[in-house]
């Protein structure tokens, strides 16, 4: 029996189910251009893992709904070995990392990790504004149209978000402000210590909210590695960063974007 028809005859009882996280299950080799039919297997089961040290290659359509396709690209030492880690070491020093306030439902907080914003115009998250910063470092520059070559898509906005240590995070959320526009795109860059960054699909309606049961994905991101979301990723999923139980070098992760400020429905 695979391991979806056990889950299936597992029942919905909180009890009867084994915890989420014993559930693991090895990817399917990725293929180019996999179509949403080609993937059931990775709907067998409630949690999946991609395992091992390094990400594997590859274009993996992680669902497909109303909103449409949810498309993950990895890219695995896009960034060669020998330049990563003097990459870092100049983000590290040179970008101007602060601590941002953000307000949550349980009033004001510091956010756990530092960042920093490149664009034209300010980014607002977690009702906190990032003031618009065109000052962009050289690197950074030509990160972003290293990224462009290799994927076709022209980023104008950067988050950058340096992880100091393991109780550094982000927590769940998605990638949707409104001047993201309709199905944004995220590239997302890391160096330093490899840290998981997890994925969980958003319930449908009848559950009103409850994340128990749904799909999820986990993807050591390690240094070098380019991640990019496409299609209805951010309508559909959201993702974070945890806290780590174990000590943890820092780690810094650019996510790159495309804001459309002026046209509030976009494109
Ligand atoms: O650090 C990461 O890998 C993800 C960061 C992220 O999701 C964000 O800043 O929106
Ligand atoms: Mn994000």
Redesign the pocket.
């Known amino acids: 029996m695979t391991r979806g028809g056990e889950l299936a005859c597992r029942g919905r009882g909180r009890d009867q189910r084994k915890p989420l996280l014993t559930q693991r299950l090895d990817l399917p080799r990725p293929q180019e251009n996999l179509r949403a039919g080609d993937t059931s297997v990775l709907f067998q089961t409630n949690s999946l893992y991609i395992k091992s040290q390094q990400s594997k290659p590859g274009t993996y359509e992680i669902s497909t709904s109303t909103s449409g396709v949810s498309r993950l690209r990895i890219f695995p030492s896009f960034i060669e070995p020998r330049e990563v880690e003097w990459m870092f070491e100049q983000l590290h020093r040179e970008i101007p990392w602060r601590q941002k306030s953000n307000v949550g439902p349980d009033g004001p907080y510091q956010e756990p990790?530092l960042?920093c914003w490149y664009g034209e115009v300010p980014y607002t998250?977690s009702r906190s504004t990032m003031q618009a910063n065109p000052h962009w470092h050289p690197l950074l520059t030509m990160l972003k149209d290293r990224i462009g070559e290799v994927t076709g898509y022209n980023f104008n906005s950067l988050?950058c978000?340096l992880?100091r240590h393991d109780k550094d995070s982000?927590d769940w959320?998605s990638?949707d402000e409104p001047d993201l526009g309709r199905d944004p795109v995220?590239a997302?860059l890391?160096f330093g210590e490899t840290?998981v960054?997890q994925m969980r699909k958003k319930p449908p309606q009848e559950e009103q909210g409850d994340y128990t049961y749904v799909e999820r994905i986990h993807i050591p991101?390690d240094r070098g590695t380019l991640?990019i979301m496409e299609g209805a990723t951010q309508s559909d999923w959201q993702?974070?960063?945890p806290k780590e139980y174990h000590d943890r070098q820092p780690?810094i992760?650019l996510?790159f974007r495309t804001m459309f400020p002026e046209t509030k429905a976009q494109p």
């Open positions: 990790r960042t998250y988050l978000n992880y982000i959320h990638d995220i997302s890391s840290r960054f991101l991640l993702h974070r960063v780690r992760n996510t």
